[in-house]
């Protein structure tokens, strides 16, 4: 089975055009203020009406509050919702609509591949498992974290799909498709220029990469 790939943290029209183009199965819209990443809820009508079916608009929230979330989601219609901050199964599940749980790998606690599995499995009702760095902020630090930790999600038949994120580029997405063996693949500062801003050549060179890996 091939990898999906999503690429997370689009803020301008032609980066969702070179998204696109590229071949990517589902573009990330980040609504989280503090990054330079954040797109308000106007703005990413915008850009989700770029995106043509069959390709998937993500919109992450880290701790956001229902009314913020509600307001994405009625104005915006994503396709699938990201939870990347500490919120609870109930409050993921709370919207009744697909989700993906991010994890902050290595973050005191999720330190030990048991205790990444334990903490997983709270989240059954997941569309899927998305596994980031721990990093000071939220994410999207371009950090890669110790792929072991994973051993035991990716052994268990319980495992919901494994999208795998933090610090990939075209150097490092073929080993660590070779050692995952994810779902999908979750990239924003490998291809970026500064924060939010993409650079064609780099998402279709990380693309290139991630076929080859198959
Ligand atoms: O991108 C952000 O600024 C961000 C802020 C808060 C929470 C999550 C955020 N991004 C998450 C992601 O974009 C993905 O998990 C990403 O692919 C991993 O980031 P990177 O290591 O930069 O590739």
Not at 67 to 86: A, M, T
Not at 125 to 138: K, Q, T, V
Not at 151 to 171: C, D, H, K, Q
Request: glycine letters at 10%; charged letters at 20%.
């Amino acid at each position: 089975m091939r990898t999906r790939v999503k690429i997370c943290g689009l803020t301008r029209a032609e980066d969702v055009n070179a998204a696109v183009a590229a071949g990517a199965d589902a573009v990330g819209l980040v609504f989280y203020p503090p990054s330079s990443r954040y797109v308000s809820p106007e703005n990413a009508c915008g850009l989700r009406n770029l995106v043509p079916a069959m390709v998937s608009v993500v919109a992450l929230f880290v701790n956001a509050s229902n009314e913020d979330v509600q307001q994405v989601i009625d104005q915006v219609q994503p396709d699938i919702l990201q939870f990347h901050g500490d919120e609870s199964p109930d409050e993921c599940e709370q919207y009744g609509r697909r989700y993906m749980k991010a994890f902050r790998v290595g973050a005191p606690g999720l330190d030990t591949p048991q205790a990444v599995l334990e903490t997983c499995r709270r989240y059954r009702s997941a569309s899927a498992w998305l596994f980031d760095s721990y990093s000071a902020g939220y994410g999207g630090s371009g950090k890669q974290f110790d792929l072991g930790l994973l051993e035991m999600v990716i052994a268990t038949p319980e495992s919901r799909p494994v999208v795998l994120a933090g610090g990939l580029n075209v150097e490092t997405v073929g080993a660590a498709i070779a050692q995952v063996a994810p779902f999908a693949v979750d990239v924003s500062s490998g291809v970026e220029i500064s924060g939010g801003v993409k650079c064609a050549g780099k998402i279709r060179a990380f693309m290139q990469a991630v076929a080859l890996s198959r």
